[in-house]
């Protein structure tokens, strides 16, 4: 198959897996047996590809959904949103929390194949969504949950202004942060903090300590 659609290239180049902090989640993520995991950006980027961030479990994401698994009273029978959702790691530990509903959005196409299959491989309804949400209102969100969106000046600023809007309607703002560069100094109060089992293939340690914060609205 010459073009496969994304959701066929999300299961020919994944494979369906676990993490040591959520066993209790399959997700298909790149490992050492799937091209993903060996490709390189040269190879990426001559097949028009962008960077598959969607194919690996961060460690902000798996921080926030930790945190919903042992803390489900923060979601259950609310709205929420899993922004720059990933692999959809966020939003399906929020729908097993008990979650009314989730959102997960990203603008990477092939991140909303991986959010589907990652889904249907839990038995969880979201609903993906490709809009760029940053500087919207969200009405009817009761909730919306970031896992390591701190890792670049220009999006951590924007977004987390964007953020701080969001929690002055009075919506919770949750974000992961396995001690990015770009995380806010200020306005922010810890919810909980994990030891996250990480790659040196992807991180410079082979655990991150990432904290979970509340965004306030300052």
């Known amino acids: 198959m010459n073009n496969p659609s994304p959701l066929d290239f999300v299961r020919d180049n994944t494979t369906l897996a676990t993490t040591p902090l959520l066993p209790e989640l399959q997700l298909h993520l790149a490992t050492e047996v799937t091209p993903l995991w060996q490709a390189t950006e040269e190879t990426l980027a001559e097949k028009n590809l962008p960077p598959p961030y969607w194919a690996f479990a961060w460690p902000g994401g798996q921080a926030v959904a930790r945190l919903l698994l042992d803390r489900p009273d923060l979601v259950a029978g609310k709205s929420v949103l899993d922004f720059a959702a990933g692999t959809g790691i966020v939003g399906i530990a929020a729908m097993k929390a008990g979650a009314a509903r989730v959102q997960a959005c990203d603008i990477d196409r092939f991140a909303l194949a ?21 500087g919207r209102e969200l009405p009817g969100i009761d909730v919306v949950l970031a896992g390591d969106v701190c890792y670049e000046k220009p999006m951590a600023e924007r977004v ?25 100094t200020s306005g922010l109060e810890r919810v909980a903090t994990y030891t996250v089992p990480t790659s040196l293939e992807l991180e410079d340690r082979e655990t991150r300590e990432t904290t979970i914060w509340r965004l306030l609205a300052e």
Do not use: C, F, Q
């Open 114 to 134: 991986a959010i589907a299959a990652n889904a249907e491989a839990n038995g969880v309804d979201i609903k993906a969504v490709s809009v760029d949400l940053v």
């Open 160 to 184: 987390t202004a964007w953020l701080r809007g969001v929690a002055a309607t009075g919506t919770l703002v949750v974000l992961g942060d396995p001690g990015r560069a770009y995380v806010p």
